[in-house]
Structure formats: structure tokens, C-alpha cells
């Protein structure tokens, strides 16, 4: 159903957003985990890095986006927990065509990178080529605006 | 992890057009700070923007990785009389 000139939405909010939703992350793991409880470094360091991914795919869009989407069941998964996901009015991506699947529909080589980047991004291992870029793209740009966040907060933090 | 992977790949959206690929492609570029423009064919430049992609997001991955590990240990040590802990104490409960 995806109509040949489909806008390619790769919107992403100011550095606020995703500052806030790490910040509200980590205050959280505080009050779950006071500073002086036995967790082991490396245990606060996992919870801290996953603080940062979740944060980072709530402030993305939560579950609009299909690699946000991904990671949070990935997360919730880890918790044991179950996430409420409220369904999407928009048709799903990865429908089932009734075609024969075209394995040489674009140059092996495209395909075999496209390959290696579906286990980076999250989710991408059930996205077709076209949507996987555009997913990527969008990725990208959060996963880069995370880590200057991160890095804003480490050097505030840092001693002078 | 288990994504779901190939069984579920769709080929109904194999009618998108070269063009279409171009232009997505082009997008990611802009992405990417490192690429230079190229002015090679799509196929070659396509697989090179992909590659590089995936280096991309490996730094990026790895970069939040030694991020987390260092706002760890920061965390850990703050004193709780500093200036530094008081600025995390007004972000946190601002």
C-alpha cells in the first residue's frame, strides 16, 4: 500500500527532549537504587547505559517509530515486564506480499551491506531495504543527539 | 534478541523505483557527516554509504558505552557538598 512518493519523515526533537527524558531516566534509577546499595559498578553501568537507549527512544517517539518501537519491547523484555503498545492506525510495514519474494531485486552487494546494518539498527531484521534507510537515518540523528547529551552531562559533572 | 528476519520480508514495495532508492540513499548521506559526495555509480556508492553507516552507528554505540561508563563512575564519587552535585540535584527535580 505504499504509495510511490511517500514523504520520508526524518523529524527529530531539540537535544531538550532528549536531555529531559535522560535525566528523568537517571533520577528514577536513583530513587530505585540508593547510591550506597551493594549493586556491583558494572550492574549500575548496564542500567545506566539502557537508561540512556530507553530515554533516548521515548524522547524519539516512543513507540511511533519502528526502531524506538523495537528497542522499548527489547527493554521490556529484559524487565520481564510487558509494554502496553496502542495500536497503530497506520498499516504495518512488513506485510506479507503474495508476489514471490525477488531476492535480486536490488545489486547483491546493497543487499549484503543492507545485511550488516539490520543487526545494528534495532528491529531492522523484519524491515524492507527502503524502509530500513529511512529508519536509519532517523537513528542515527537520536542516537547522535544521545550521545552529545551524555557528554554535556560528563563534562558538567566532570571536576574542573 | 529475535527479530523477526526474512520470513517476513516484504516484496510488495519492491515497485519503489531506483529513483527512490537514490533519493533515500542521499538522505542517509546527509546523515552521515563523513561521506563525500560521490560521484560513482548508484550500486558502488550505495554499498559505501551503507558501510559506512554501520561504522557510523558502532562509534556512536561505542562512544555511549564509554559515556555510560564515565557519568557511572562520576556518579558514584559526586560528593554531595559539591557545586556539580547540586547542579544534578536542580536538573533532576527541576
Not at chain 1, 109 to 125: I, S, T, Y
Request: proline share 4%; aromatic share 4%.
Amino acid at each position: 500500500m505504499a504509495s510511490a512518493d511517500k514523504l520520508i519523515n526524518t523529524y527529530v526533537p531539540e537535544k531538550d527532549v532528549f536531555a529531559l527524558h535522560f535525566l528523568q531516566s537517571l533520577s528514577n534509577l536513583r530513587t530505585q537504587n540508593p547510591l550506597n546499595s551493594p549493586d556491583k559498578s558494572i550492574d549500575r553501568v548496564r542500567k545506566i547505559k539502557k537508561a540512556a537507549y530507553v530515554s533516548m527512544a521515548r524522547a524519539a517517539g516512543g513507540t511511533s517509530r519502528l526502531w524506538s518501537r523495537a528497542l522499548l519491547r527489547r527493554a521490556a523484555k529484559d524487565d520481564n515486564k510487558s509494554v502496553r503498545f496502542s495500536r497503530r492506525k497506520r498499516k504495518v510495514t512488513w506485510k506479507i506480499s503474495s508476489k514471490r519474494k525477488r531476492s535480486n531485486q536490488r545489486a547483491p552487494v546493497v543487499e549484503e551491506a543492507a545485511e550488516r546494518l539490520r543487526n545494528l539498527v534495532p528491529g531492522g531484521g523484519g524491515m524492507e531495504t527502503s524502509k530500513l534507510m529511512e529508519e536509519t537515518a532517523h537513528y542515527i540523528k537520536c542516537l547522535s543527539m544521545q550521545v552529545k547529551v551524555m557528554q554535556c552531562l560528563v563534562d558538567g559533572l566532570s571536576p574542573k | 534478541m529475535s527479530s523477526s528476519r526474512r520470513s517476513s520480508q516484504a516484496s510488495s514495495s519492491s515497485r519503489i523505483s531506483d529513483d527512490q532508492i537514490t533519493d533515500l540513499i542521499s538522505k542517509l548521506r546527509q546523515s552521515i557527516p563523513e561521506i563525500r559526495q560521490n560521484r560513482r555509480s548508484n550500486t558502488v556508492s550505495a554499498s559505501k554509504v551503507l558501510q559506512e553507516t554501520c561504522n557510523y552507528i558502532r562509534n556512536l554505540n561505542k562512544e555511549a558505552d564509554d559515556l555510560s561508563d564515565r557519568l557511572t563512575q562520576l556518579l558514584e564519587s559526586i560528593d554531595p557538598n559539591s557545586p556539580q552535585a547540586a547542579v544534578i540535584r536542580s536538573l533532576i527535580n527541576g
